[in-house]
């Protein structure tokens, strides 16, 4: 398992191997005084000509990924649904890795020095004595028997492979935030205690099936004889939690073009988004799990459990502080756009450095500072800076993702020491199958005991088929391809993401059509009529007691206190605390009506509904603190689950304890409950 | 001069020393087998706890950007003018610095390797054999004797240090474009040829002169033997180029809020623009300057003649490079702002790789390639993309402008070999402000000869005081630190940076209230009253006979063809090329008035004057391609010196030859000629 590469945290776009060697300056004598200005000048020749060709090789991945721009534009144009861009960034990759595999062969006699040095000690730096001047020298990484002489024979492979930590550290970070301040709340929270059990349950469930398939096909791979190499049952776990993390953006790119069931869409991609942390956190527990004693790779209940509290410390510290960051940034800032554009970008880096500096996630820390603020500090900022935050990770996340996908094509023709094995292959495609069937086919049966409203079948053929593998599954497995297990995992699991995004990615709208899921949906109607004609109401039931309980809490009390929106502080804290209230609550609350309405609102989707009123419910807030209202507000909407549910239903609108008096048009004067039956009727007479 | 660490071409912002050394493992024996599996949690926890200390060493930073918003935004908030948020970056800097430099000390005992291998190169890649198993190097660049004693002594130091490339390569590109992109075309039009002058004639002026005062200073210094080092003539020179790149960033921004004369303006971000280009291009021929033979730094003329066609050579090609890519960047996504913002981006980086990697220089190609496309390719962006595009390189040169003057402070005490020789810096303060003066005011004395529009003298006092050297001079500087000479130099530099940056830069609005420049001037009226009273229109007539021929052929065929405004080429070709100009107008120059309209203007200054009108000038196109016309439009526009004045006057609005009948609001019924007159009379009623 143990590889020094990580040493080098990562961060050497250029940096790569700078393999144009002084090979000429072997044959030259020892030190001679009058030869050293010539000396220069060619070292200088030779440092100008390394810096072209790293100009040049990086120029190659912008350049396909221009490419890809281009044709993505076509096909966007052309309305192509089967190949979306991280598809074709992926044939761009495969044809220039071909191109670079066969065409291209840089003369293997500008050779780098192997130093036969007899040191015992492998040190991150090292300074060197050449003939009297010192060079200092960094730890790159281990390199196995075999890859010396490859080295040694194509270095062009060599020049397009970058540091596997670039992933972890530069490219994955803004993919995941971007995921995470782009969730769509109200969908998101309607299905919240299904998305929790797919993301956390059923990865976990699909870790162990695939990790037990794996270490049964790798037992009988050991009976014919086909291992060539170690391949322990904690490898194949390890195989297991890297191939969890699903990333169906292939697949939700579809359904936003074709307006698919917002139900559907919110489940999957909070699965995809959530699992991705807890398969993260679970492979850095399986390496962590060390069993003392000589045979390391024995079950030991102990390390066993060391390596659950891992789990669980590794999570909950990434996710407090990166909620905690989150809530932090608490911006002022709204007459300079530019300033405040900035200081989120920064804070949301900084939540990524110190959670690695604290030994936690950094990936996990910033999909819930992502998650936190957009839930909080959104409301905060200048609409001109929600508009270029959103523009800005939207852009990063699509130069990362699209970058990674080509390199994912490039890398199955320029990393030199696949291994595949065809019989690991079939068994890791099964396996994937598998476990994937084990995570949402039971769990949607036991989740929809508890649902009032049911995730039909023909959803779960649908979550079920949209299992795809992308970004996160890739990056872990290139990560550590020391050992032999690790290289054949890293070669399959290139496979899988390639099949998946292909295949599944490609075939999504038949797929749609097959399971007769409606596209086009309003996302208003959506959650009254099923595909099949039957009532089928958004599952607010299925919320779980603390999601209540937590709900009312963050709308009554943090929500005030950290944004500008919702309810004045003065209006849920109980009289007593008035002196506190008008304390925390932000001038604007009384100041500004509009301000007070939710900016979240254009984050979640569009609801028309903003016709309804439920009466005239006053509510005038006094410079005391106190409130007094017309109709008995508390009893109305606050700590209400009617409130909650009535919430949910408006999209998060929260005209019903805004704090003030409000007088929307009414198409007709029913009362406004019971709602559901009341809107329910509403859209069957507007649809007959 | 020669360095080897410009071998590893920068980028390395995490991959810094990482000293965190095995030390212990230095006492282990050698080879044993059994402790294979105990080393690699060894090397694996030493892996993970260097990655935590970069991501702290990162968050340093962050945090110190942070400070500087949340502190200028409070500068801003206050309307305190006598700090920029450079100088204040700057100030953050130097006390991070004195802490790291005096209150933390990391202990030396986890110390690095020195190998004494008695190799006679220094490969960019080593590969070390340490007991059985190899280890890749990369060269991180050479290093002293001194250093050597150094790096065991206090490795904090080293360890916040970056790559000098890095500043090359990352931070100043961004800067440079967004300089370029951002270029106010009108005035910097109206003042080209002065703008030129200044920018060519005075920096390299300005370079010689800073170059022989110091020659003379280090001729001093070497009689009186305070020089620890050799010095040349191409080392005085080299600082010459250096310190001759000014960077009034400064001074402008004030400019822009108390909206000082635009041509003073213009004036001075123009030029300082271009020295940029200039500077780099020189430093780096000065660089270029080989004389054969042994003596290497007596003056040939063969080698100086080398060096010139260098300038010019690199000069042109990053020229022609920047402006090609510029024009080729022809996007018709219109539909898609996130592909094509994506696209405006990859471009413009793979304008700066494709120039690293001929060999020209990336700045230089950055610089005009955001120059060409805010003139061609900002017209063909959709509305969104155009600010998408504004706003995200406003935020990368904010960033990178705030990071590279924070990291200056920082190294005014954590780099360790500063040389500050008293006489040098004195010697330095006073050739940069008579090299400064030596531009300025012989040029302006020249240039007056020619305008017809003075550049007054208090302009001139105002142009001497805002020559802050900043990002380029320090960039330039940093990047060869090798040398005695190299050293003197770039601490030297760095004191003239705090200095003009501090003082100057906080003295700008004292020097405008002393010179009485007029501050918040509209822009329309600025050119018709000086600050005296006095009539000072723009100075129209100074613009060269080839700059008229370019501006009537760019706007008559360049602008048609490249963008989606401008007039039809059907109405600026002769009749004869009919079908060719049917072929090369886009659509959407025939279908949509709007679109004609040259969205440039929000570049330029506001203009009111859209109110005036030209009569009734009627083009209809009809689809031969031959125009007709109510009123001659070829006599009144197209190849007309008149028409050019008009529009210059009139800020690249563009109305008179659009080929659309423009029937606008007019508040008098005079005829539009004389415009100047008109427009004069019309000012000044409207004052008294």
Known sequence: MGSTCEINAAMSIWRRLSLFVLASSLCSCLCRAEDSAMENIVTEKKAEESHRQDSADLLVFILLLTLTILTIWLFKHRRFRFLHETGLAMIYGLLVGVVLRYAIHVPSDMNNVTLSCNVNASPATLLVNVSGKFYEYTLKGEISGSEVNDIQDNEMLRKVTFDPEVFFNILLPPIIFHAGYSLKRRHFFRNLGSILAYAFVGTVVSCFIIGLLMYGCVMLMKQIGHLGGDFFFTDCLFFGAIV???????????????????????????????????????????????????????????????????????????????????????????????????????????????????????????????????????????????????????????????????????????????????????????????????????????????????????????????????????????????????????????LVVFFTVWICGGGTTQMLSCQKIRVGVDTDQENFIGPDGVERRSTKQESVWFFRIWYNFDHNYLKPILTHSGPPLTATLPACCGPLARCLTSPQAYENEEQLKDSDSDLILNDGDITLAYGDITVSTDATGAHTSGTPVGGVAVNSDEALDRELAFGDHELVIRGTRLVLPMDDSEPPLPLDSRRHRHKNETMS
């Open 244 to 494: 969890s993390a699903t990333d169906p953006v292939t697949v939700l790119a579809i359904f936003n073009e074709l307006q698919v069931d917002a139900d559907l869409y919110a489940l999957l991609f909070g699965e995809s988004v959530l699992n991705d942390a807890v398969a993260v956190v679970l492979s850095s527990s399986i390496v962590g799990y060390q069993p003392e004693g000589d045979n390391s790779h024995t079950f030991e209940a102990m390390a066993m459990l060391k390596s659950f509290g891992i789990f669980l410390g590794v999570f909950s510290g990434s996710f407090a502080l990166g909620v905690a960051t989150g809530v932090v940034t608490f911006t002022k800032l709204r007459d300079f756009p530019l300033l405040e554009t900035a200081l989120f970008f920064l804070m949301s880096w900084s939540t990524f450095l110190l959670a690695e500096a604290c030994g936690f996630t950094g990936v996990v820390a910033v999909l819930f500072c992502g998650m936190t603020q957009a839930h909080y500090t959104f409301n905060n900022l200048s609409p001109e800076s929600q508009d270029r935050t959103k523009q800005l990770f939207e852009l990063l996340n699509f130069l990362a993702e699209n970058f990674i996908f080509s390199y994912m094509g490039l890398t199955l023709f320029t990393f030199k020491n696949h291994v595949f094995n065809p019989i690991f292959i079939v068994g890791a495609f099964l396996a994937v199958f598998l476990g994937r069937a084990a995570n949402i086919y039971p769990l949607s049966f036991l989740l929809n005991l508890g649902r009032k409203y049911k995730i039909s079948s023909n959803f779960q053929h649908m979550m079920m088929f949209a299992g795809l593998r992308g970004a996160m599954t890739f990056a872990l497995s290139i990560r550590d391809t020391a050992t032999y297990a690790r290289q054949m995992m890293f070669s399959t699991t290139l």
